[in-house]
């Protein structure tokens, strides 16, 4: 029997996926979470095959727990679950660890395929994504400077975006204060800015964060 989580802070959003998965055979879900840091402690308890992982958590957000997964759990299947469309993190997700991405607004039959196809090891693309991947590969498209940074990089991004100060995100992600204005000090240069209003900016303007 596979075992599948389901990681989404909106309880209605978790009742929608674990409906699509409860009449397929040979799949149950393992349990469900509404956030990042009750996925990593059920994790520690219960067995599960693939994660089924939002990234707009409260708290941790899904790349904190994808990047403390390929740490911990690298045999742990993830598979990004978002309302995000594929342009805005997919590749990043992808490089990142990540072992598919698909948006929410799929149907059943995706869903499964998504599961099952990551169940066995393989990366699940959708069509959009295979297009980005495709097109990243032969230069025929640039990609957007945000997907460009590393998994680090865009968890200290993503949060100075939100306006978080440099100390409460030192605390967030156990790193020192002289090490996220490191980070931000490379934001900045790569992505050829100057303040942080300007990142925040950027993120709303890519919707990367909400207005």
Do not use: W
């Given at each position: ?61 899904g790349v904190d ?73 032969t230069g025929g ?52 800015m100057a303040s ?16």
């Amino acid at each position: 029997m596979l075992q599948v989580a389901i990681v989404d802070d909106h309880e209605i959003v978790r009742a929608g996926f674990r409906e699509m998965l409860a009449d397929e055979v040979g799949i149950s879900v393992a349990f469900e979470a509404g956030s990042g840091e009750e996925a990593l402690d059920l994790l520690q308890q219960v067995d599960c095959d693939v994660l089924l992982l939002d990234l707009a958590l409260p708290g941790q957000s899904g790349v904190d727990v994808l990047r403390t997964l390929r740490q911990h759990r690298p045999e742990l299947r993830v598979l990004v679950l978002t309302g995000y469309p594929e342009e805005r993190y997919a590749l990043a997700m992808i490089r990142n660890g990540a072992d598919g991405y698909l948006c929410k607004e799929c149907d059943r039959r995706q869903l499964l395929q998504a599961v099952n196809v990551v169940a066995h090891g393989r990366r699940y693309l959708s069509p959009r994504l295979a297009e980005l991947l495709a097109d990243e590969v032969t230069g025929g498209a640039p990609a957007a400077p945000h997907q460009q940074l590393s998994e680090r990089e865009l968890q200290v991004f993503l949060r100075l975006a939100s306006g978080q100060p440099v100390s409460e995100i030192g605390r967030a992600l156990n790193l020192s204060v002289k090490t996220v204005s490191t980070y931000r000090s490379r934001l900045l240069d790569k992505l050829g800015m100057a303040s942080n209003a300007e990142l925040a900016a950027y993120a709303v303007r890519n919707g990367l964060v909400a207005d």
